[in-house]
């Protein structure tokens, strides 16, 4: 039905930036909510940030507030993930999510994902 595809990950240094994005494709989805996550070694996943259908509300974890923006490009079918000031703890697989069910307060429930990108931010 839907299927989402992550990219932009890598390898940085304390304080780098990175742009992760999520193209979606398939049905149904231009107005669903969008979520990130994330899971680092030895952790389980964690709610990283949101974005409605509309685009226009975001919500974000307070260990990310301030340094990451979520954003949408309805017209490309993408949905984005810019990181600033990254630090260690942020490595981890980073994830694209969305549901029809979910809505942007949600942080559980997302029953479509993507395959993960990888992002190592080294000290």
């Known amino acids: 039905q839907v299927q989402l595809v992550e990219s932009g990950g890598g390898l940085v240094q304390t304080g780098d930036s990175l742009r992760l994005s999520c193209a979606a494709s398939g049905r149904s989805y231009g107005t669903w909510a969008f979520g990130w996550f994330r899971q680092a070694p030895g952790k389980e996943r964690e709610f990283v940030a949101a974005i409605s259908g509309t685009g226009s509300t975001t919500n974000y974890a307070g260990s990310v507030k301030g340094r990451f923006t979520i954003s949408r490009d309805k017209a490309k079918n993408m949905v984005y993930l810019q990181m600033n000031n990254l630090k260690p703890g942020d490595t981890a697989v980073y994830y694209c999510?969305?549901?029809?069910?979910?809505?942007?307060?949600?942080?559980?429930?997302?029953?479509?994902w993507g395959q993960g990108t990888q992002v190592i931010v080294s000290s």
């Open positions: 999510a969305t549901d029809p069910l979910v809505s942007v307060w949600s942080t559980t429930g997302y029953r479509y």
